[in-house]
C-alpha cells in the first residue's frame, strides 16, 4: 500500500493514535537531496513527524518544522499540508556517522543539541510559532518534549528510517501516540506496558505488521479507526512563485542580474527544480514593480 498516515482513538477514547508508512516520502527526498545513510535517517523521521502532525489541528491548513542543530548535518525544515504534500529541505545531506557501539545511525550526534520550532499556518495571519531545546537530536524525543511543553500534550512519538545497503530507504515510519483530557493512570500504564515490547517502529515493519496491524498493537486491540490519509512528497513551487520572489528584490540586486550574470537561475531548495529567467524576463519583473 502507499504512505499513508493512519488515524485512530483507543482505549475509550481517551487516546489517540498515528500512525505513518512513509517509505517512498522518504525515498523521494533522499534521491532529490541526495542524502548519505544518517541524513536519510535525520530528514526521514522528520518528514514523517511533518506528515502525522499536518492531521493534527483541523484548523491547520500547514505546518514547519525547522531543526536547527549544532551538528554536521545543520539546519532542516520539513513543511507539511492538509492535502498531505510533504517537502523538505536540509543543510548538509552528506552525513554518514555510525554509533561506535552499533551499526546504528547516529542521528542524534549527526544533528547535534539547538531549537526545534513547530510553526502553524506559516503563511497566515493566525500562524503559531512556538521553539523548544532539542533533548538530544533525535527527534521523536524532541517532539515528545515539545508536545508536553508547548501543546501542554502528554505523548509518545517513535520514528524510524531503515536503509539497505546500497542507501536506498528500506522501511520508513512513525508513530505518536496521545493521551487526551481524561486519560487515567491506568491507561498510561497500559500504554507503557505495550511499549515496552517494542523496539523500533521499523522493527515493527519489518515483523510484517501494516499501518492498522501497528495501531492494533499499540492501542491493545482497543483502537476505533478514524481516518487514513494519503501522503506524498510534493513541492508546490512554480516559475511564477519566484517570478513574485524577484520582485520583491532590490533593483540594484536585479541589475546585477541582468549585467554581470546574464540572467538568473533559480533552484527550488525544496525539489531542485532549475528555474531560468532571462535577461528580457528580468527587465520584465523590473517593469511590473513600477506598476505596483
Ligand atoms: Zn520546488
Known amino acids: 500500500m502507499n504512505d499513508h498516515i493512519l488515524i485512530a482513538t ?33 530528514l526521514g523521521r522528520l518528514l514523517t513527524a511533518g506528515a502525522m502532525m499536518s492531521f493534527m489541528n483541523k484548523d491547520d491548513s500547514e505546518l514547519l518544522l525547522k531543526i536547527e542543530g549544532d551538528g554536521p548535518i545543520g539546519q532542516m525544515i520539513v513543511e507539511s499540508n492538509h492535502h498531505g504534500e510533504v517537502r523538505a529541505t536540509i ?20 544533528v547535534g543539541l539547538g531549537l526545534l520550532t513547530v510553526r502553524r499556518n506559516p503563511h497566515l495571519k493566525n500562524a503559531f510559532t512556538s521553539s523548544v531545546n532539542l ?73 510484517g505488521l501494516d499501518t492498522h496491524g501497528i495501531i492494533s498493537k499499540l492501542a491493545n486491540g482497543t483502537e476505533k479507526l478514524l481516518d487514513i490519509k494519503p501522503v506524498r512528497y510534493f513541492c508546490s513551487c512554480t516559475k511564477d512563485y519566484y517570478f513574485e520572489a524577484i520582485k520583491k528584490l532590490d533593483d540594484l540586486v536585479i541589475d546585477e542580474m541582468v549585467h554581470e550574470d546574464n540572467g538568473a537561475e533559480i533552484i527550488c531548495q525544496y525539489c531542485k527544480t532549475k528555474y531560468h529567467f532571462s535577461r528580457e524576463e528580468l527587465e520584465e519583473i523590473k517593469e511590473s514593480k513600477k506598476n505596483i
Not at 554518514?96 to 549527526?110: C, E, P, W
Not at 520508513?172 to 491506568?186: E, H, N, R, V, Y
Open 91 to 110: 543543510k548538509n545531506p552528506a552525513v554518514y556517522l555510525k554509533y561506535n557501539d552499533s551499526n546504528k545511525l547516529a542521528v542524534g550526534n549527526a
Open 10 to 42: 483507543a482505549y475509550d477514547s481517551l487516546v489517540r493514535i498515528y500512525v505513518a508508512k512513509t517509505k517512498n516520502l522518504v525515498e523521494t527526498s533522499r534521491n532529490i537531496h541526495e542524502t548519505w545513510p544518517t541524513a536519510t535517517a535525520a
Open 135 to 207: 533533548v538530544n537530536g533525535e527527534i521523536a524525543e524532541d517532539l515528545t518534549y515539545y508536545f508536553f511543553l508547548s501543546e501542554q500534550t502528554r505523548s509518545s512519538v517513535g520514528l524510524g528510517v531503515l536503509v539497505n545497503e546500497d542507501q536506498s530507504v528500506k522501511q520508513a515510519g512513525g508513530f505518536i501516540i496521545q493521551l487526551l483530557p481524561g486519560a487515567t493512570d491506568k491507561v498510561i500504564d497500559q500504554i507503557e506496558k505495550v511499549l515496552e515490547d517494542i523496539k523500533s517502529v521499523t522493527d515493527l515493519f519489518e515483523s
